[in-house]
């Protein structure tokens, strides 16, 4: 995004329309990448001049200053002084207290300076200003542009800044889902219409909400390099040009991504799903957590929850929405969104601060009550409920035995095989293995460790043989054989008999 002074647009027929660079601006922006070039190890005073000189020349001198501040990101200056500014002005000073009126009383206090910094008086003199922002030698320049890139990425940035002023910004995407994913981790106000065109995501701005805020102006401008990383897509928004609200439109044949990395550094809408993610993640669960699952319908709408657990055993999805606190249209919107679902399982995580739970009740969604973070236990006993229905389905597709070819099988493994929980087993009966732990094995297999393991031999030892066998539970097996494990302080075990 460029600065407000740097915006370049036309009010033509009272529209509000960025005047975009085209292929004729490559050369200018070649001569202006060409100056940063020929400045390196230059101080930024120099560089200056010679942008000064170059606006001089072009037609549009905000151009030539649009295409420096792109590259004044990629540049890095720094100061260099053969004495460190600071002491040198601290030393120069202090050696002339009442000040200097002559050149001679300078040339003396430069050099008393510089016996108490042991340096030079040139290098006192050179460094006394080196810190300030022109004196600043430009270091070094990583212009990852080709000029037609740097013509694009203005086209993009000049777009952004325009979005700034933005009050409402209306998207119509080949890709709705990217499109929307952004939105809510910009965490922007959002619905989501259906029109002959297709699916068009409406963003609510400022002037609605947060009146005389600009963070919304931001966050639309970075929606946009999202918006601009699909293949096909218009923006039409809404601008408060000065008071006065003007219309802007923006498709794919204005504004590209050069290297396309599109969407924002944002992650999560608010702190609260951030949190539930990490903390759910972190448990060990039949349950894996997708963030922003594919659009619902919801009558002439569509709803993107936030999450969906997906069932690692079955073809099975429950949807979760975390509700936090927004404006009463807001919720109501929700609401009336939630009422239209259809044929989906879905939770609702719902701030108590709301007082809604008893309507999401009433439209047959599980409400879910929090206050500051969503409480895992209670996520973890909605979804309990569904793997009980689910683990009775699975069961009653098993038949009462099972007799897996392996010498030995963990009930975990078991269970993955036929696409169940490892609880969906706990009905079943295995009558060429004995259960050792949460370990099948064969009883031939046990023998034949029998007659390798014996009193005496370091633990070590014994997990050896039982790898050879396939098996790493050696407490559960160890124990069975009539064995147990001897510690001794800090040393290995020893296997004693019980």
Known sequence: MLTKDLLRVSRAGGGYQPRFADADDEALA?????????????????????????EREASEFKLVRGFAKLLEREATFETRAPV??????????????????TSEAREQALATAADRLDCSPDAVEASLYADRECEQVLADLQVRWEPADLVAQYNLSLAQTALFDATEVRVRSSDPTTVVSAVKRLRLMYEIRRTDEGREVVVTGP??????????????????????????????????????????TLTDADVSVPDADPVTEMTFDSGVEADFATRFQSLDLDWELVREPEPLAAGAHV????????YRHADFRVFFEIM???????????????????????????????????????????AIPYSGTVRLKDVRAAL??????????????????????DDAITLDDLAERHGVSDSALDGTSFPAHELVGRTLVRPAVLRGMADEIEAGMTLSEAETVLSEYGLDDASAVLSRLGYRVEWEGLGGGTVRER
């Open 30 to 54: 070649a001569r202006v990448i060409g100056v940063y070039q020929g400045h390196v190890d230059q101080s930024r005073t120099s560089l200056s001049d010679a942008l000064t000189d170059l």
């Open 303 to 310: 709803v993107v929850p936030d999450f969906a657990f997906d």
């Open 84 to 101: 460190d500014p600071g002491r040198a002005r601290e030393a120069a000073f202090g050696a002339a207290p009442s000040g200097v009126v």
């Open 384 to 405: 309990r409920r569904y793997e009980d229905d689910l683990a009775a389905e699975a069961a009653a597709d098993l038949p009462d035995e099972l007799d897996p070819d």
């Open 324 to 366: 936090g606190f927004w404006t009463p249209e807001y919720v109501a919107k929700k609401l009336d969104r939630l009422a239209d679902l259809e044929d989906v399982e879905i939770l609702v995580a719902v701030d108590e601060s709301l007082g809604v739970g008893e309507e999401i009740e009433a439209r047959n969604h599980r």
């Open 207 to 248: 002037d609605a909400l947060f009146r005389a805020t600009r963070r919304y102006g931001t966050r639309f401008a970075r929606l946009l390099r999202t918006v601009a990383g699909t293949a096909e897509w218009t923006l039409t928004a809404t601008v408060d040009d000065r008071g006065t609200e003007r219309e802007m």
